[in-house]
């Protein structure tokens, strides 16, 4: 019997017991083995890096019984095995565009993974304006390999479905369908944090606008009915980590079968909240890559879907001529909604980015987050506008031409 055969939240003490028993094979010097709490630390769940002198290394990260962010939020703990079979299907998918998997343990609720303390969370380095010239290139690669080979486009129906089965999950997509496609636009639970100065223009533009809370509503129905792929679930750039030669995506524990356009929407609205950051700090070469990459991101992906639809496609009825124009069509439409939800939720919703908040120029901020809230409008409510890189760039430029007309 081991101590570790019934659930227990661990302390830096227990995780280092725990990854000599279940990670033999790493060869651990056990004189100099220890374990700490890493800085990059997300909303849910506890990490912990365990390493030794002899440069072996792991992560070793725990689902507690309630999110770190809210005691409110109990998500069941059986989301770290959603979260390490998911990265595996990725692996398989984008070979060496996710953290390497060594075990998870239903058990302990528990999983070890590489450790990547060679890269940097993304959102940490862009907080300092660093640029990475392949970022466009490998997310536009990682989400054509996961999303379009996941879905029935590519995969048997039936052995799709079966993994549908499997990556249900009631409790996180509950907090995705609140927190992202309600309180934003009600407050129904009075917790969205919103910037003091801007509570009468959250209120006029978000809580107010009922043509808005329609678009919202359809996209909110869609996110929860439509099985099209294996999403990450949560692909902002506090879950990458990036080196100058390389991207890592890593927390998919939010992965679901939903609609594509959720992921590809979500990195496009962070990829704002950079932009958002550097043009507070006035650092015009920042801004100036981040609505590139934007547009290369767009461009980049629909150029490789394409492409890979037609080598790899099995279904019958997604060869007939038309058919896949029509699917990316709507891809993309649901790629500017759900990057509008983002761009919204991130804003004023329970869990605010630090791109934004950490700006300390109340007149900055503010133009900031009314940035966000009109591109993001902008997008919802115009779906069928955006089918290329430059099309979401120029309506960033018409946001933040708008925001400061209301200054």
Known sequence: MSRFDKYFEMNVKDVVEYALMKTPEIGWDKNSIKA????????LNYVFRVFDDEGHSVYIKQAGLESRISKDMKP??????????????????????????YFYDTTMCACGMEDCSDFEVM??????????????EDI???MVDTLLCSSDVVMDHREKKELVKKFISPDLCDITEKLVFMEPYNDINHRNNVFAPNAEFV?????????????????????????QSLIQGDLHTGSIFVRQDKTKVFDSEFGTYAPIGYDTGNI??????????????????????TLETIKQIVDLFTN????????????????????????LNDLLNDTAGYAGTELHRRTVGLANVVDVTSIKDEKKRLLAERINIFVGKDYILHQDSFRSGADFVQAIERAKKAAKATL
Not at 205 to 211: N, S, V
């Open 140 to 142: 536009s690669s990682f």
């Open 76 to 101: 069941s703990t059986d989301r770290n095995r959603l979260e390490s079979e998911i990265l595996q299907i990725e692996d398989k998918l984008a070979p060496n565009s996710v953290p390497h998997i």
């Open 304 to 327: 490789k879907f394409n492409k890979k639809f037609d080598k790899l496609a099995t279904e019958p009825m997604a060869k007939i001529k038309g058919f896949k124009e029509w699917y």
């Open 203 to 227: 209120k006029e533009q978000l809580y107010e606008d009922e043509d808005l809370h329609l678009e919202v509503a359809k996209l909110k129905f869609k996110f929860m009915t439509n099985a």
């Open 268 to 289: 496009i609205a962070n990829m704002i909240f950079a932009y958002d950051n550097g043009l507070a700090s006035d650092d015009n070469v920042f801004c100036d890559w």
């Open 36 to 43: 700490i709490i890493p800085a990059e630390h997300g909303n």
């Open 123 to 136: 959102r940490d380095a862009m907080l300092k304006h660093e640029t990475f010239p392949h970022f466009a």
